[in-house]
């Protein structure tokens, strides 16, 4: 059998800057990336929008298992798309992210969601990130990172974010309670709690660029490539 690229797995709380070093990483290297923050929060928006509690973990696993999400576009025009709408500009609200929050708590859910990650990033050159990726969705992946920092700068860089997307912005303090709320669901589900993988390496953001950290990630993959 032919031997798959890498899978580099990055892992972490909200705003430890995922995405972002994810993105520049998966540019840097050619590789696919996979926000799957993005389909919990798709899967959280549809429910919203159609009225399904979202503590309805029948209802909501139904509908996770019945809706086409698609993560199109490269790896700076990624576009979120859910039965073919377009919800790219709608799921970044931090009401949604609440929502995904509380939906990722589903079972049913998560079942639908890692399925198709696996799926997603089987033939490996993928940069995916998420709270699971390197517990679950690929134990096997050769990098695993998990990137933190301090809620401080977390709240810091949520603020800055919302603010720049012209978002109703919380105060620094309310966002730090919110950022806090989430860690706790988030790292105290009964299904798949964000942890650290055993093999991850650590690696505390706070007070570096993300230039810093995306280096830091390379070297680590390059490592790992001549290893094979
Ligand atoms: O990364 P994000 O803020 O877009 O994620 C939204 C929510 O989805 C987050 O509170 C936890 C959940 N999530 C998850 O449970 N597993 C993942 N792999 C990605 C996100």
Not at 120 to 143: K, L, N, S
Request: glycine share 8%; proline share 3%.
């Amino acid at each position: 059998m032919a031997e798959r690229g890498l899978i580099i797995a990055i892992d972490g709380p909200a705003g430890a800057g995922k995405s972002t070093v994810a993105r520049v990483v998966a540019r840097r290297l050619g590789y696919l990336f996979i926000n799957t923050g993005a389909m919990y929060r798709a899967v959280a928006w549809k429910a919203l929008r159609e009225g399904v509690p979202l503590d309805d973990a029948g209802a909501v696993g139904r509908l996770a298992g019945e809706s086409l999400i698609e993560l199109t576009g490269g790896v700076d025009s990624t576009r979120v798309l859910i039965d073919g709408r377009d919800i790219t500009g709608e799921i970044v609200t931090p009401h949604v992210g609440q929502a995904a929050s509380v939906v990722s708590t589903i079972s049913a859910v998560r079942r639908a969601l890692v399925a198709r990650q696996q799926w997603m990033g089987r033939a490996g050159c993928v940069v995916m990130e998420g709270r699971d990726i390197g517990t679950q969705v690929f134990p096997d992946a050769e990098v695993k990172i998990y990137l933190d920092a301090s809620p401080e700068a977390r709240a810091q860089r949520r603020y800055d974010e919302d603010l720049a997307r012209g978002l109703a912005v919380a105060s620094l303090e309310e966002m730090k309670e919110q950022i806090e709320r989430r860690d706790h669901s988030d790292k105290t589900r009964a299904d798949s709690p964000l942890t650290q993988a055993e093999e991850a390496i650590y690696i505390d953001s706070s007070a570096m660029t993300v230039d810093e950290v995306v280096d830091r990630i390379l070297e680590i993959a390059e490592r790992r490539e001549d290893r094979r």
